[in-house]
């Protein structure tokens, strides 16, 4: 453990249930107060980045049954989680633990769990007793998390750590999650410089702020905390609630679709944060966009060096799927030297070497001719992705690569040939032994909020705060000749025409 808090001195909560220990350390006594499963919460640091590891011994008897799990803000899907009985049987474990083990030796049982945190944070993690008993007792807990490497956070020197975690625009609204902190200095006043007048602004701080009375904004407390993740990463446990929340509500009635995207993308890059602290520094915050969300071809140098690597000095083939347009004109120009680039699309234009069905593009090429087939925001075009798998095999060399970005939250384009949305789970299903590859990387890549415009069913006002990843990406190569095959669709069964 590499934290400012030993495991032993986690800080616990009963839930429906008295706990009873000298000083609340092990071994502690957990006694239901109320009807129900009832047990403990720890609170302990989560890390997104390296494996966790959980491990419990409990005194309970042999016909209960006890689950541990994580809270659900620290999980992805609310499935780290695992229940057993007390004779130390394994009686279901969630789809977000890596293993799950246990055993019973005299009156007590052994857990150890092994996950894979989704998100840096401060949070509770849980033994529950469902059923079988009254009370049981928690001998030893140890929660070994990844153990990162913490700065000093005084190395920040005389520079402000300001992290923009989101900026959420919609209709007359703006939301600003971000965090702010400062060696040796707090925050004493805060304003925002908006290009929009602004009718009512509201500040929550994740921690207690003493303000100047001159300060523009008045911080309120939130319900709960508001995590600081990147903080947390860099400096420790001790700086994972640093977060704040700044919620705008224009003067005027605005609406996006009259303006061009130069106009509306000024109304985030030009707000600002102005900020003074207690040693008497002041700071212009501006919130800056992100860097153009990077493709698999930018991330992926490390692959694409290996196919150099192996091919004896040797011209490497690229073939670029939907080759149509500036954002593929840019790939071309930026395949490293020793590429040679060719482009399919369904339709002439612009950067197209080849006039041609995606789905029967083995027909158009040599087998065994590439060695990266590349494909960015393409497969949601195509009717039956996994038939283009398979063509991508044929072409591919054996030891090739294909490279695939697609969007998992986006808005229909591009219509009526506008067919698919895929999360990282769907890319098993597409590149497997049977369609003759391994993957070698899967990844997410930015976060969106769904927001329905009619809440006509129940659950909807919740959506907004669901996983809703921009996009995913993939990695696969060519590990054996495909063994299935669909050949039935193609671009001649769709109507209309594809226009990006």
């Not at 079988?132 to 490497?149: K, R, S, T, Y």
């Not at 992290?163 to 004493?188: H, P, S, T």
């Not at 950067?351 to 001719?369: I, W, Y």
């Not at 909807?460 to 990695?475: E, G, I, K």
Request: hydrophobic share 40%; proline share 6%; net charge negative.
């Amino acid at each position: 453990m590499h934290d400012l808090l030993p495991p032993e001195k986690f800080p616990s909560h009963g839930i429906n249930a008295n706990l009873s220990s000298d000083d609340r350390s092990y071994p502690l006594r957990v006694d239901r107060l109320a009807s129900g499963r009832f047990g403990v919460g720890l609170l302990v640091p989560f890390y997104r980045t390296g494996k966790t590891t959980v491990r419990a011994r409990l005194r309970l008897p042999p016909d209960a049954q006890v689950t541990l799990e994580a809270h659900g803000f620290a999980s992805r899907f609310q499935k780290i989680r695992a229940s057993f009985s007390g004779k130390g049987e394994l009686l279901q474990v969630g789809d977000e633990l890596i293993s799950a083990e246990c055993g019973r030796e005299g009156e007590f049982v052994s857990i150890q769990l092994e996950f894979y945190a989704n998100n840096t944070r401060n949070e509770f993690f849980y033994v529950f007793l469902d059923e079988g008993a009254d009370q049981f007792v928690l001998q030893d807990f140890i929660f070994d998390h990844p153990n990162p490497e913490f700065a000093d956070v005084t190395s920040l020197g005389r520079s402000v750590h300001f992290e923009v975690r989101d900026v959420f625009v919609f209709r007359n609204y703006l939301q600003i999650d971000f965090e702010l902190l400062k060696a040796g200095a707090e925050l004493v006043s805060l304003a925002l410089d908006c290009p929009i007048p602004v009718q009512a602004t509201q500040w929550w701080a994740g921690r207690a702020v003493e303000l100047a009375p001159d300060s523009a904004l008045k911080p309120q407390a939130p319900i709960g905390s508001l995590p600081s993740p990147v903080a947390m990463e860099r400096y420790g446990a001790a700086f994972g609630d640093r977060g704040h929340s700044i919620r705008v509500l224009f003067s005027e009635f605005q609406d996006f679709r009259l303006i061009d995207v130069v106009a509306s993308d000024a109304v985030v890059q030009s707000t600002k944060l102005i900020c003074r602290f207690s040693d008497g520094s002041s700071e212009v915050l501006p919130l800056k966009f992100l860097e153009k969300i990077p493709g698999p071809l930018s991330e992926d140098t490390k692959v694409i060096a290996s196919v150099v690597a192996s091919s004896g000095g040797r011209t490497l083939r690229f073939l670029e799927l939907g080759g149509r347009g500036d954002a593929s004109r840019h790939v071309r120009e930026n395949i490293a030297v020793g590429y040679e680039y060719c482009s399919i699309d369904i339709e002439p234009g612009p950067n197209v070497d080849v006039v041609g069905d995606a789905h029967k593009m083995s027909a158009l090429f040599p087998a065994g001719h590439f060695d990266i087939i590349y494909s960015h925001s393409v497969l949601e075009h195509l009717i039956a992705p996994w038939q283009v798998i398979i063509e991508a095999n044929k072409l591919l060399r054996p030891g090739g690569y294909f490279i695939a970005y697609v969007p998992t939250t986006w808005p229909l384009h591009a219509e009526p040939w506008d067919f698919w949305r895929m999360s990282r789970h769907a890319w098993p299903g597409l590149l497997n032994e049977l369609t003759g590859f391994k993957i070698c990387r899967v990844e997410e890549i930015g976060r969106a909020a769904i927001v329905p415009s009619a809440l006509k069913i129940s659950g909807n006002t919740r959506m907004q705060h669901d996983p809703a990843p921009l996009f995913t990406s993939v990695v696969a190569q060519k590990i054996a000749e495909a063994e299935v095959r669909w050949d039935s669709l193609g671009a001649d069964d769709l109507y209309g025409r594809y226009t990006p």
